[in-house]
């Protein structure tokens, strides 16, 4: 099956992923997850791959065994099945030739991608883009790693010829919501030893640095009162909130950031006089700067707590996820080393991005199995306009052939890895 082909046929499966249920803990979020993870069973098992499971939580993972004796570290790549919620409409997508300028989607709508909003287009003249008709997201995050990966797949297999270790692949579902199928996977289960996510960005994006993450709920207990007799009894909370926001430093918010700075976002502020609940995201690349942090959040709360009386100011700290850069040092290193001779053995010069967000890599790190991330050439995620060049999406596939024949090749007799 071509790639263009068979990354079409997943579109066609709304698998947009539903915080609602996501919240009640039910996992797959969505019906179309496991509609998509049963139809990826279903084409791993026409491919002849090995150790197929299909879990009741839509995790998916199969093994291509190896076609070789040598010892050979297990390479993975994984994906995720789940579509961002910001849209729920059915995909209807299309293949359309790209020569320049805007390049309209939906005439009736008068719905145009235009190359004055994204100038990058300027890159893909000449190639075919992969679009929506406007009225829903593309789901290239993520069902582009997907293709990109079963077409791997099927190029080795019917290249017999290629020699390569044992390969291992893992669908996950939910990541639209704070990486819920990474926390579920079973790294000791799969049985891997290193891996790559395709997730984000075009072509040449090499992702291996993303935040250090985590949260903060802070809980403001003041003091009601009927505004007839307020005065020295009533204790606002919601003011308490403000003037505790007020103190954050004021330009490390994520408006005020970019690169490697990192932030302190206020994401939510729900109450009354009586009782209020601040939540913050709390993000730096350096495990440093993420400790200082965290601890200028607290030693605040803290203040906040003395100055206001005692229980008048609670602080929960909570950690996400990790920067994957931590599980990528020293020895460690290797997956970075592999990814970027696979991607001159294409032809593609590497782009390093630090990632400000997460991925479900960072998580799959964490658990002990270094995961970078590769690009699967898509643009504009989580929007209509968002579109996939096709070279670009043939070329995610062929780094991750690429990435096995380098496995093989720096680990096998006389040729190991330094």
Not at 23 to 49: H, T, W, Y
Not at 225 to 245: D, Q, V
Not at 311 to 340: K, M, T, W
Not at 401 to 414: K, V, W, Y
Request: with cysteine.
């Amino acid at each position: 099956m071509d790639i263009v082909e068979r990354f079409i046929n997943y579109t066609k499966i709304n698998t947009t992923t539903s915080r609602e249920n996501g919240a009640k803990g039910i996992m797959p979020s969505s019906p179309g997850q496991m509609k998509l993870a049963k139809l990826l069973v279903s084409e791993l098992e026409a491919l002849s791959m090995e150790d197929i499971i299909l879990r009741e939580n839509a995790i998916v993972t199969a093994t291509l065994p190896a076609n070789t004796d040598e010892t050979i570290p297990v390479v993975s790549f994984f994906g995720h099945l789940d579509t961002s919620a910001e849209q729920t409409a059915d995909t209807k997508a299309q293949r359309l030739p790209y020569n320049g300028g805007d390049l309209c989607l939906n005439p009736e709508l008068n719905i145009y991608l235009r190359e004055s909003e994204f100038p990058e287009l300027k890159n893909y003249i000449g190639d075919d883009l992969i679009v929506t008709d406007g009225t829903s997201l593309l789901g290239a995050d993520d069902k582009a790693a997907l293709a990109a990966i079963m077409n791997a797949l099927q190029f080795l297999i019917s290249h017999p010829e290629i020699r390569h270790g044992e390969v291992k692949v893992g669908f996950v579902p939910d990541e639209e919501q704070g990486l819920r199928g990474a926390k579920a996977f079973d790294v000791s289960e799969f049985g891997a030893d290193f891996g790559y996510t395709l997730d984000c960005c075009g072509i040449g994006e090499f992702v291996y640095e993303n935040w250090n993450a985590g949260d903060a709920e802070i809980i403001f207990t003041g003091q009601s009162a009927h505004p007839m007799s307020a005065k020295g009894k009533l204790k606002n909370s919601l003011l308490m909130a403000h003037k505790f926001i007020s103190m954050l430093p004021g330009g490390e918010a994520p408006e005020y950031t970019e690169g490697r700075e990192g932030y302190y976002w206020v994401k939510q502020l729900q109450g009354n006089s009586a009782r209020t609940v601040l939540k913050l995201d709390i993000r730096d690349f350096s495990e440093e700067g993420y400790h200082a942090r965290k601890t200028f959040v607290r030693q605040l709360a803290e203040s906040a707590c003395a100055l206001w009386g005692e229980g008048s100011v609670i602080c929960q700290l909570s950690d996400r996820y990790a920067n994957v850069f931590n599980s990528l040092q020293g020895e460690g290193h290797y997956p970075i080393d592999i990814a970027l001779r696979a991607y001159q053995r294409c032809g593609i010069t590497p782009t390093p991005v630090a990632m400000r967000g997460g991925y479900d890599g960072a998580v799959l790190s964490q658990k002990g199995l270094p995961c970078p991330n590769i690009f699967t050439g898509a643009h504009n995620f989580h929007s209509i306009y968002e579109y996939l060049p096709v070279r670009s999406l043939r070329a995610a596939s062929d780094v991750v052939i690429a990435i096995i024949q380098e496995t093989f090749n720096g680990f096998t007799t006389g040729n190991r890895e330094s």
